[in-house]
């Protein structure tokens, strides 16, 4: 395995590059390679005790795209421009919850835990929902996944500019109503799952219309 060996330069000339993107150039489409990259750094993302509580679902039909408009004010003009639209769905309770199936495959068959190990993790795992993070209702562990999901998407936005890719995250929808499409259209268990947020993918029609704009550097920094 090699040391990463990207320079700092480089890196800071990505973020600051990266823009949230309000119209793609709809003639350009990013590569089956990169669009795989990006994703790759989705499933190369850390999470909570590596229980992975994401799926991501590509949505590239145009009739599927147009589904997603009248439930998504903030995303109509990237479902029209956008080179690929990506949902980013957390798992609910019935998912993440300490005793549910899906933990137990990925401790037996992901991650491959002898049944000592199991035991042990499912314990820690076990007290760390219910004592520590005290995640006793569906709406708090939706939203503890739902954290975790915002990681891969942070890699992802980071990777793509890393890369010429631009990106925008989108939170402008209604989430039930989103759903609610889901379920009926896009074949989704929404009581197993839950739109945490968009993410369109495509190549900039321009560029930012305003100067990138942050706090100063030791208004977000305290040191002790
Ligand atoms: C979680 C999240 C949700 C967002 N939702 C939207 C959205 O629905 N529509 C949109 O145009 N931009 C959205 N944005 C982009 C932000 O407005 C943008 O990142 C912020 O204003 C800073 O600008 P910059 O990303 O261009 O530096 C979202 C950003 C984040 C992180």
Request: proline share 4%; charged share 30%.
């Amino acid at each position: 395995m090699n040391i990463p060996n990207i320079t700092r330069d480089e890196i800071l000339n990505a973020f600051t590059y990266r823009h949230a993107t309000k119209e793609f150039d709809a003639t350009k489409t990013v590569s089956d390679e990169d669009i795989n990259f990006i994703l790759k750094t989705a499933n190369l993302s850390p999470s909570s005790f590596g229980f992975e509580p994401w799926h991501f679902i590509v949505v590239q039909d145009k009739e599927l795209r147009e589904l997603l408009k009248p439930v998504a004010w903030g995303a109509p003009l990237k479902l029209d421009t956008a080179s690929h639209f990506i949902l980013g769905l957390s798992m609910k309770a019935p998912m993440v919850k300490h005793d549910a199936d899906y933990i137990r495959h990925m401790m037996k068959d992901v991650k491959q835990f002898p049944e000592d190990v199991i035991k042990t993790y499912s314990k820690f795992y076990r007290e760390f929902q219910d004592r520590d993070f005290n995640l006793d209702t569906d709406k708090k562990l939706f939203d503890w996944s739902s954290k975790q999901t915002y990681i891969a998407l942070g890699n992802m936005m980071t990777a793509a500019a890393l890369t010429g890719i631009d990106s925008c995250p989108i939170e402008g929808f209604h989430q039930e109503k989103a759903e609610a499409v889901l379920r009926e259209k896009f074949d989704v268990d929404t009581d197993k799952y839950g739109l945490s947020f968009m993410l369109a993918f495509g190549y900039r029609k321009a560029d930012p219309a305003f100067p990138k704009s942050r706090r100063a550097f030791e208004d977000i920094i305290t040191w002790k």
